[in-house]
């Protein structure tokens, strides 16, 4: 058992590590696209160890609370997460819906931190975020239900060995409309533009970010470079049929995660009740006739 | 014969400790600083041009952020009515430390062309203490990026303290608001 | 006391003891309720987990009891809600107009639902239904509103006659008013009828769309210490009866087989996930922090109806388990708000703010009970959720998929508004000297939350006890503790403990970080980010409002189509009233001698 939880930790310290590199490099990408330099690839790192250098300001117990809440139900959540066929470290017990909703427990500490610090646009950032949460869900979950339903299993590592299997594709491809919603969902979950209603840096000074500052935003950077870890992560297993070793992993992640940048640095943001007519519109029509298709006709690719 | 005796490494007093902490936090600050979007005069149009393609000034690490208490830099940028005083020392007592203090243009030196209006201030650094000036009226966009680098090497040699002068003499900064504005913290928000 | 029926009988003793105690005073009337409702759960737990209780009547003629398991069930779960909640009525009792009744008519409420739930006999069922619809009926008035009280009586008593519609259905068939036998006996058109005239009963009840409206009325004007009461336990009676009909009167229409469900069952399953969707888009408008929580009792009796619509043995004990965790979470919250409301004198989100600070006990049982609500884990709600939606998956029943999911995910919404609104933000001047709860009130609450954590980590002994129900009713127990501590549903395996631990250890590693790095500077609420204006109001910088605005426009103009439908079908009715007395009672005695007339020949024309 200490074993499994030192490797569910490695795994979790693994993932921030990548995410932040990863993320650097893609500030860098963007950078070149735009004709200029950009920063150095490990500029992330330097942000986020300067904030935890710096004194902030409290409002009190609940708003430090929050904070450990949250980065300690993320760090919980990227504990169980599979990497390749082989590294995981609670076997079997990787379901998929402890995914889903440890993160919910890591976003209500960051809510509960954010209202407390008693500014309004604090709540208001929040009550965008919960609404947006609230459209992208359901598309994903009818997806994650045919998915689901397909295999017989809800255990993540599960799934990529099925779909690693002779003779199976990649959801992707098997389930072309569903993974089409699929990555529609995950730039919804990962907060990208044109979804990025709840930071709105210049409408709602930053959403629940604005009484931040020093170690507590330090270590809202960390969860959100854990969580972005996750997210990444599950479309990798759900969608790409996970990875037999690490570096397929790896260029599988970088993949995703730069194809994802590249399509939101050429959108604008929508308004939050956009958002919401958006998803419950086309992608939940594909959502559902996807799963008709494959669950009551077979027709899977 | 040199003695065999072994000498123990010097214990470091707090603050040594205190001063090694805040040596590698200097490196981490002076590559990665954020600045407040916070423009209050003429002179922030030299802005877009400091941080688009072609003076890039992501390439050093610096980038607009929303919140005071998010941001490393208060960046004046031009001339301070009465008016903006008030709320730029309110701005300033709510960053968190250390933070850092950049007057773009002459006005904050000594007023630029506005120096005998009755409803600009002459000398900001009589009410917050600044680390750089950059001046011209307007400064170049190279002179802009020159004043970064310069703030950068100023943090390196450890000499950007206006934070610790601030604290230290705080009543002198106090006197000379009180004397120019009469009250910082207005209580009447719509008549001042 | 092993007995069922001595347990029933010190109830109603000591409901009319405390009637005269309360007159000398009235502490002493509550003191006593809170003893006789302790030692009847008390009683109940420890010879119901151990099949020891007692059926055999003495002195009550024409009574029998039957133990089931079901029952039992029940009944614990009721009886501790009711100990629990009667340690608020010392605090709450006085300001009501009736007190000296108050705790007569909560005990013997209490007695009919232990009569309810351990009778064989559908006469007997019917007898304590209405007990405890009356003495229920009587105490919600006390509250802030007389109108709810009517409201209330007629859904519920549309559903008791119902009910004894289908009772007497079921003895022109079988003969007998007996539940196993009568039940299981049915056919044909007669089963459908029962079955639907049972699920009327227990809709009402339970509070599922289409017979919603009382809900929001009732809950949110009933008084303080009784809401808790009313919706963590008695709606647990329309389950009860949902659970005779679905259950155990076998199939009543022809099956689909691509999904393997009854035509029936699938169109209740459907009405069910229109109860969670319709709750959860109410709740998010509420202002009322009463009104919004009773919004949330229709969305999870949609998730009970919807478990037990699935035929399927690891739906029944998500049905079960979401029973239970539900009980306990609405309780809690319910609890926190009576002691909100109790120290501030109002239940207005938009009035307060920043209790947080004055009240932090009452904040963290608060935020445990919606952590429980909203199916987080750790917490009991997330074990029920994870189960139905084992269940559901596995039928492959997309439409349904979409509710419960939109449900579970909006749950998060309504229940942090509340939170953010009421709890947290700018303290407004008028409650900054207020205190904590006292310390009786304390205890119950910090009870409940207790039992929601252990709900959520450890279920495995709950969950034989709902294994050997499963069984009672007819289907397979679920696999539980193969390896220990963890669940098996039908594609996954759950280990709560191990969630639980691993989200102690990431908080652990979150506050050494947090410890090791430098002091924060403390600073007042109001120093805050307001682009350097000077904002002195607090009023002004809290944000309650019309909280979800944005999503609300998206559906604010079909929010009252069911009351206009309701209203509409009442004044159907007065005009048919109106109608009948133009014709048959006007002034002039000719035309009633007419019609008596003309009525009797009709009737008699065959036999002359």
Known sequence: MLLNILIGFGVAFFGFVLQTSVAGVNRKIIARLQKRYGPKWYQEFLDIFKLLSKRATSH????????????????????????????????????????????????????MSASGSG????????????TTMLAYEVPFMVIVLTIIKLTGFSSLQAIAIAQQASGANWFLIALPLGGVVGIICLMGMLGKKPFETYIAPAEIASGPMVEYGGKQLGMLFIMHEITVFIEVSLFVHLFLGGAENIFIFLAKYFAVYTVVNLISNVNGRLKIDQVVKFYYKWPLIMAVTQAIIAIYFGWVI | MKSTKFTPARKLSKEEVDRKWWEIGDFFRRNSLWMLMYCTGCCAIELPPAMTSAYDMERLGMGPMATPRQADILLISGYLSVKSLRRVIYTYEQMGEPKYVVGLGSC???????????????????????????????????????GFVDLMEQIRNKTANGWVKYKENYEWYKKNQKAALGEVIIHDEFHE | MASIEILILILVASGILSYFLSKLNTTAGSILTIFSTMFVFASLAYYGF??????????????SFEFTYLGAYFAIIVAFVYSM?????????????????????????????????????????????????????????????????????????????????????????VGSFDITAGLASLSGT????????????????????????????????????????????????????????????????SVISAIS????????????????????????REDDAKKLLAYSSMSHGGYIIVAFSLLDSVAFAGGFYHILAHALASAGAFMAIAAVARQTGTTKMSEMGGIIHKMPITYIVYLVAIISMAGIPPMGGFISKWLI?????????????????????????????????????????????????????????????????????????????????????????????????????????LHPLLIAGIFGFGVVVAFIIFILLKKSRQVSLMDTYTAANFIHTEELLHYSVDFYAPLERLYEKYTTKMTDFYDGLANKVKELGKLAKYLFMSKYVEVAIFWIVAILAFLLWGEL
């Open chain 2, 108 to 146: 904050p030196i000594n007023g630029g062309i506005y120096h005998d209006s009755h409803a600009v201030i002459n000398q900001l650094d009589q009410y917050i203490p600044v680390d750089t000036y950059v001046a011209g009226c307007m400064p170049n966009t190279e002179s802009v990026m020159n």
């Open chain 1, 60 to 111: 009190g117990w609940i708003f430090d609370f929050g904070v450990i809440m949250a980065l300690g139900g993320i760090i919980a959540t990227a504990m169980f997460m599979p990497l390749t066929n082989n590294i995981v470290a609670f076997a079997g017990y990787d379901n998929f819906f402890i995914f889903v909703y440890l993160i919910a427990v890591g976003m209500l500490g960051m809510a």
């Open chain 3, 85 to 173: 909640v009667s340690f608020f009525h010392p605090y709450f009792v006085e300001k009501y107009q009736y007190k000296n009744a108050y705790n007569m008519l909560f005990l013997l409420s209490l007695a009919g639902v232990l009569g309810a739930f351990f009778t064989d006999n559908f006469l007997q069922l019917f007898f304590f239904f209405e007990l405890i619809v009356w003495t229920t009926m009587f105490l919600i008035p006390l509250g802030k509103s007389k109108s709810a009280a009517v409201s209330y009586f007629g859904f519920s008593a549309a559903g008791s006659f119902a009910m004894l519609f289908g009772i007497f259905v079921m003895f022109k068939e």
């Open chain 3, 190 to 253: 007669n089963a459908v009828l029962v079955f639907i005239s049972f699920l009327i009963a227990g809709f009402a009840k339970l509070g599922v769309f289409p017979l919603h409206i009382w809900l929001p009325v009732a809950h949110g004007n009933a008084p303080h210490p009784f809401s808790p009461v009313l919706s963590g336990a008695l709606v647990k009676l329309g389950a009860f009866v949902a659970v005779l009909a679905l259950v155990r009167i076998s199939p009543a229409s």
């Open chain 1, 119 to 130: 500014n309004p646009y604090a709540s208001i950032g929040v009550m965008r975020a919960l």
């Open chain 3, 50 to 63: 151990n099949d020891a209780l007692v059926t055999t009547v003495n002195y009550l003629p024409g009574f």
């Open chain 3, 389 to 493: 939606f084992q269940a559901v998956i596995d039928k492959g029943l997309i439409f349904i998929t979409i509710a419960v999911f939109f449900g579970s995910i909006g749950s998060f919404l309504y229940v942090f508004r509340p939170l953010a609104a009421l709890f947290l933000g700018q303290e407004f001047p008028q409650f900054k000297k207020i205190k904590e709860a006292p310390i009786l009130m304390l205890l119950p609450m910090i009870i409940i939350t207790l039992l929601n954590i252990y709900t959520g980590v450890l279920p495995n002994a709950i969950l034989g006890f709902i294994n050997k129900i499963n069984v009672e009713v007819g289907y397979a127990p679920m696999v539980i503790d193969s390896p220990a501590f963890t669940l098996t549903g039908y594609n996954g395996v």
């Open chain 3, 261 to 284: 469900l009854p035509y029936a069952h699938y169109i209740v399953a459907l009405l069910g996930s229109l109860s969670i969707v319709f709750g959860t888009l109410m709740a998010i």
